[in-house]
């Protein structure tokens, strides 16, 4: 009787073995989510209040989640150099971005290239107060004094970049009358010692952002842009209370890319719902002067996004209809 060869033995093998390879395997099995390092991207310079609550989240969401979240900062182009790199990463959980109100009022432009059905919020960490700041020793004491000192010469204003919420608040004003110059810094540090050093005659900011500053009494709000006082700072008049119809209060989201698998989206959400809830978080938005309830969940962030982008287009159009 004629022996098999070795040849005709292993053919049977390797079919069994392709057949066991077409065999779906559970994702979990195939990957555990996450295993390994989730990039957080922060779309500006080091620092600044975008890469504070990075920083702050990433530190609270590493003991929950068991990897690291190392911040990249990837400033330029008001946010939006960032923002691409979130959207040429993979739809895969492991990237995430903090968006800020800064990028996100580009959205009101038109032909804009941020838009929200290419991204997923899954929680807004923080909102506050944005306002204008004057150095300790300027001439000017009051939002009275910027008035009438805007209607005799150009004032700069530091802000983040054009298009921007800072340089909606500032075409505002121009549109009424005051003579007054954006001036954008990509870098934090440099926007926030402008007005110090004499570069710039006003600051568009967040009290919590420059706090050191304030604190110092090395430079001092003069109005506020919110829907009401500023409770950490009761004497500064806010916009709402002049008959300023603008607001757009700075905000920071965290962003997935469109196309993350549900279960990892979900995942992400409820650790940073978790960690926004906790007292080491909370303490941060005191020491911000931040809303107290400026956490919103994933399921209610996209219905505040889009709130928050009406009130940027009304007030362009508020804008065009005085130019």
């Given at each position: ?259 993350t698998d549900p279960a990892r989206v979900k995942m992400l ?55």
């Amino acid at each position: 009787m004629r022996r098999p060869s070795a040849r005709a033995a292993i053919i049977p093998l390797l079919g069994l073995v392709a057949a066991t390879m077409l065999i779906p395997v559970p994702a979990a099995a195939q990957d555990k989510y996450p295993s390994r390092p989730i990039e957080f991207i922060v779309p500006w310079g080091p620092g600044g209040g975008a890469d504070q609550v990075a920083r702050k989240i990433g530190q609270l969401l590493e003991a929950d989640l068991k990897v690291s979240l190392p911040v990249v900062n990837v400033p330029g182009a008001t946010g939006q150099t960032g923002h691409a790199k979130l959207l040429s990463a993979n739809a895969d959980g492991y990237t995430i971005e903090v968006m800020t109100g800064d990028t996100f009022a580009l959205a009101a432009m038109p032909n804009s290239p941020i838009k929200l059905a290419e991204v997923i919020p899954i929680g807004i960490l923080i909102q506050q107060a944005s306002g204008f700041f004057v150095a300790e020793n300027s001439p000017m004491k009051t939002w009275a004094d910027v008035e009438a000192e805007a209607k005799k010469r150009p004032l700069k204003v530091a802000i983040t970049g054009f298009n921007s919420p800072d340089d909606l608040s500032v075409s505002y004003f121009a549109a009424r009358g005051m003579k007054l110059q954006p001036v954008p810094y990509a870098k934090p540090g440099e926007r926030y010692t402008s007005i110090i050093g004499g570069h710039a005659d006003l600051l568009y900011e967040q009290a919590g952002d420059v706090r050191n500053f304030v604190d110092s009494k090395q430079i001092r709000p003069v109005i506020f842009f919110y829907g009401s006082k500023v409770d950490a700072f009761p004497s500064i008049p806010t916009s709402t209370s002049l008959g300023h119809d603008i607001t757009l209060p700075q905000f920071r989201v965290v962003l997935v890319k469109a196309g993350t698998d549900p279960a990892r989206v979900k995942m992400l959400s409820d650790a940073i719902g978790k960690a926004a809830q906790s007292p080491d978080f909370k303490a941060y938005l005191k020491e911000q002067y931040a809303d107290e309830a400026s956490y919103v969940p994933a399921d209610k962030t996209q219905a505040y996004m889009q709130k928050w982008l009406d009130e940027a287009r009304h007030l362009m159009a508020a804008i065009a209809a005085k130019k």
